[in-house]
């Protein structure tokens, strides 16, 4: 094909509606109101941006915010993979009902997970209640923000894992069984590495579900300035004193923190497609 | 997803595999974590809402719902999940036509762009409205000469909810569509129906299964946005407010049984979205063994 084009010739009709329709939405709803966020930054200018996202009650949300997200993806990647490994391997009763479940953080309105955890681990709640003695504070403290964050991220990584277990060819492990490798060399030297890239993808998608999140948080935290504050609900709090610059620049702060993890995110599908096609 | 379950090759039996013959105790062991570790995390939270809205009996948890409040907040939200969920229905099916059946230049971009809502935080997504419609915002002060109200009002908890949603339809229906290619509808051309009657006669059927999935997941989503819903609403009891709005209200006024209540409407919707993604999945992969297995064949 010698000529390009920007699209190929097709007997199939309506591009033009579809097309049009689709990118013309899409202007609407997401790219002009998104691109009004960055537009605002640019009237601020670079030292009161500064200023504002540097502000120490801002860094301090953002440490909050970033290691209970982190935590909160490495205990899902642990316990996800676990879980994962269990729905693809074995069987046993009650299974399809576990698989099910498995989506409810997702399917739960955060505010109700939010009100649900706080009554879980509030000092006299079900499970608070014997933490306390132990002199362990689980709500209202950043412990209660890892645990929410830890709620929402668990389906990202088990239905990520899912299908590339699934995958997994067994003649493969097999093999490296009839050459003597006993379970954890199989495990550590054929399995990891096969599910590698689905791992770190589930990993990445809880990591950047936690960093944004606000409803199931925000009830548990206990919403203390410098300690138990997080970035989202520090946007609100400045939308609410009508500091419209306060809460745009920390919102692109954040924004752009999404945006560089769903690029490794991209960036990892096409490590993890152009691997497999290299091997096939 | 779960597709690819169907295609599987079936696994050899345990016995005659050395990897199957392994000891007992790390199933027993992984199960347990398992069962753990999701009992933890999934089902105490879930038996708390309902706990704490059954605390003082079933006449308390109905006396929840008798309150003009709560009844303005249920219909607001269906109100809002009624605009949203066609909305994003039209896009999805206009989006996944001119990305599945067409090669045209940009379209791994077009992709990623519609999934850009997914990585906004839902505090951004209301924001992004405020500084649009509110009244610093862009257009605010035309709004308020001319007397319309966006922010703080029912538009703008439209919008924030149709942005958060907005990828749920097209990202269900694009894969499913690339994978399944464009012969039928070429056939169905060939012999002479006009484009409408392709997309009702032949597309149509062949994706109402992963169709009536995204509606599900967006209609889940709409009717429990909390944080960009509640960035625009403005809180204004029995006006702006949503179910899960509601919920906070009650929850911070320290009227826990209502709140729990009104938590539990939701929690049983998350339920009836569980259910219903099963029971079509179990539909899609029935359909997927029947159509697809001979098209995937070919490549």
Redesign the interface.
């Known amino acids: 094909m010698s000529r390009f084009?920007?699209?190929?010739p097709?007997?199939?009709?309506?591009?033009g509606?579809?097309?049009g329709?689709?990118?013309f939405?899409?202007s609407l709803?997401?790219?002009?109101?998104?691109s009004?966020?960055f537009f605002?930054t640019t009237n601020l200018g670079w030292a009161e941006f500064w200023r504002i996202v540097s502000d120490p009650r801002v860094v301090a949300s953002y440490r909050l915010t970033f290691g209970a997200s982190l935590i909160g993806a490495l205990i899902n990647a642990v316990?996800g993979f676990?879980?994962a490994?269990?729905?693809v391997r074995?069987t046993?009763p009650g299974k399809?009902i576990?698989d099910?479940?498995?989506?409810?953080?997702f399917?739960?309105?955060?505010?109700?997970?939010g009100?649900?955890?706080t009554?879980?681990y509030a000092p006299n709640?079900?499970?608070g209640q014997y933490l306390e003695p132990l002199g362990i504070k689980a709500a209202f403290s950043p412990l209660g923000v890892t645990i929410a964050l830890?709620?929402i991220g668990?389906p990202f990584v088990v239905?990520t894992l899912?299908?590339a277990l699934?995958?997994l060819d067994?003649a493969v492990?097999?093999a490296a069984?009839?050459l003597g490798a006993n379970?954890v060399q199989?495990f550590a030297r054929i399995i990891l590495p096969t599910v590698l890239p689905a791992l770190l993808t589930g990993f990445a998608l809880a990591f950047?579900r936690a960093?944004?999140?606000?409803?199931s948080v925000v009830?548990i935290s206990g919403n203390m300035p410098m300690q138990t504050e997080i970035t989202?609900?520090l946007?609100?709090t400045k939308?609410e004193q009508?500091d419209?610059p306060g809460?745009?620049a920390i919102?692109v702060v954040?924004?752009v923190a999404?945006?560089a993890?769903?690029l490794f995110i991209?960036l990892l599908q096409w490590w993890s497609s152009h691997r497999y096609r290299a091997g096939a | 997803m779960a597709g690819t379950i169907a295609l599987r090759k079936q696994p050899l039996p345990d016995v005659t595999s050395p990897v199957g013959a392994q000891k007992p105790w790390i199933k027993w062991l992984l199960v347990s974590l398992t069962l753990g570790f999701l009992t933890l995390f999934l089902f105490v939270p879930l038996a708390a809402v309902f706990t704490e809205a059954l605390r003082k009996g079933i006449a308390a948890y109905f006396a929840s719902f008798n309150d003009p409040a709560a009844l303005a907040a249920i219909k607001l939200t269906l109100i809002t999940a009624a605009i949203a969920v066609p909305l994003n229905l039209v896009f999805g099916l206009a989006a996944a036509w001119a990305i599945a059946k067409f090669n045209f230049a940009g379209r791994n971009l077009l992709i990623t762009l519609i999934d850009l809502p997914f990585a906004v935080s839902p505090v951004i997504s209301g924001l992004i409205y405020v500084l649009l419609f509110g009244l610093q915002g862009w257009l605010g002060p035309w709004l308020a000469e001319h007397d319309l109200k966006v922010i703080f009002a029912v538009p703008g908890i439209v919008l924030a909810t149709i942005f958060v949603t907005f990828p749920f339809v097209a990202r269900e229906l694009i894969p499913l569509m690339q994978e399944q290619g464009s012969e039928e509808e070429q056939a169905a051309l060939v012999l002479g129906a006009n484009g409408w009657q392709t997309f009702w006669r032949v597309t149509l059927p062949n994706v109402k299964w992963a169709l009536l999935y995204g509606v599900i997941l967006c209609n889940a989503r709409a009717m429990g946005e909390f944080g960009a819903v509640s960035v625009v609403s403005g809180h204004i009891r029995g006006q702006t407010n949503t179910i899960p709005l509601h919920v906070e209200i009650l929850y911070n006024e320290y009227n826990f049984v209502a709140a729990f209540a009104v938590a539990s409407l939701l929690a049983i919707l998350a339920l009836l979205t569980l259910a219903a993604k099963s029971l079509v999945e179990w539909q899609a992969r029935r359909q997927t063994a029947d159509t697809l297995e001979p098209t995937a064949a070919e490549d």
Do not use: C, H
């Not at chain 1, 709803?29 to 998104?34: M, R």
């Open positions: 084009y920007f699209k190929q097709s007997v199939i009709p309506g591009f509606l579809t097309f329709y689709t990118v939405y899409l709803i997401v790219l002009v109101p998104l009004a966020l605002k316990f676990a879980v490994w269990t729905l074995y046993f399809k576990i099910a479940m498995v989506d409810l953080p399917a739960l309105p955060t505010a109700v997970s009100i649900a955890l009554a879980i709640g079900w499970i830890t709620f668990l239905r899912q299908p699934e995958d067994s492990e097999e069984a009839s379970r199989t950047a960093l944004g999140e606000y409803g009830f989202a609900l946007i609100i939308l009508f419209y809460a745009t919102a954040m924004l999404s945006f993890i769903l991209n």
